[in-house]
């Protein structure tokens, strides 16, 4: 991997940490930090949010415990390149299993995605998803069936705007 490579994976990573914790008073127009209920019973739901025509959609089905409040950020670049979804559980670690999720990046194609789920002890963070259990599209990141294990604690995606092209 070339420097360059190396410096736009870094940048695009920190890009994501930033906008997963950017908080819900920052700027509306470039921000959002949205809560929604992560409901079990094997239902699909589909939760989404966006900025200008930038859209990131969430959607899963899980079992078991009982609703489970989740945060959707997304986040577009003051230059308008970059479009960035993260979905996680604040409160870390979910009891519930998903039999399935899919995120979607509107207007945009992924330049970066990861998957993470928490290990059982306290005080530990994210672990990255082994790469066999889910896949990144173009404009998706999507679970493996037969591959995903069903722990799911956050996502985040990264998306290259179409603006970038022109």
């Known amino acids: 991997m ?3 490579c190396a410096f736009n994976v870094a940048f695009l990573f920190v890009y994501a940490l930033i906008a997963a914790s950017v908080p819900a008073e920052a700027s509306a127009e470039q921000t959002k930090t949205v809560e929604f209920n992560v409901k079990p019973g094997g ?9 200008r025509e930038y859209e990131c959609s969430f959607t899963y089905a899980s079992q ?5 409040q989740w945060l959707m950020s997304v986040g577009l670049s003051d230059d308008d390149r970059l479009f960035s979804c993260s979905v996680w559980r604040p409160q870390g670690k979910s009891y519930l299993f998903f039999t399935q999720f899919k995120a979607e990046l509107k207007g945009t ?7 993470y789920s928490q290990t059982a002890a306290a005080g530990q963070s ?4 082994r790469p066999e259990e889910f896949t ?3 404009s998706t990141v999507t679970h493996k069936d037969g591959k995903f294990n069903a722990q799911l604690s956050k996502l ?3 998306g290259r705007t179409q603006r970038d092209e022109l």
């Open 2 to 4: 070339s420097n360059f």
């Open 43 to 51: 239902v699909v739901h589909t939760f989404s949010e966006g900025i």
């Open 64 to 68: 078991g415990g009982t609703n489970e």
């Open 109 to 115: 194609k992924i330049e970066y995605a990861n998957a």
């Open 126 to 129: 994210d672990v990255p998803l």
């Open 136 to 138: 990144i599209g173009e």
């Open 156 to 158: 985040t995606a990264i």
